[in-house]
């Protein structure tokens, strides 16, 4: 399967209106977006982090510790396809 393209700026702006989206009333739609751009940004070694005191959502790299249990994780999800 092809890699998708990875837009950091995009995802973050995506990231925002769904979460703003959600805040108002989440369907199941929005919560599968967030799961796709949560998987998208963690195959990049990304995740999205909430900074209360600047009111914005950044995209900051992973521990090695957040690696090993994405890697886990998806192993598990790969053995039960």
Known sequence: ????????????????????????????????????????????GLLFIWHKDENRWTLEPMSEKEKAIYKAVTEQEDDKE
């Open 1 to 44: 399967m092809a890699q998708a393209s990875f837009n950091q700026e995009q995802a973050l702006k995506d990231w925002t209106e769904l979460q703003r989206l959600i805040s108002i009333g989440a369907t199941s739609e929005r919560k599968e977006s967030v799961h796709n751009l949560e998987n998208l940004a963690a195959k990049h």
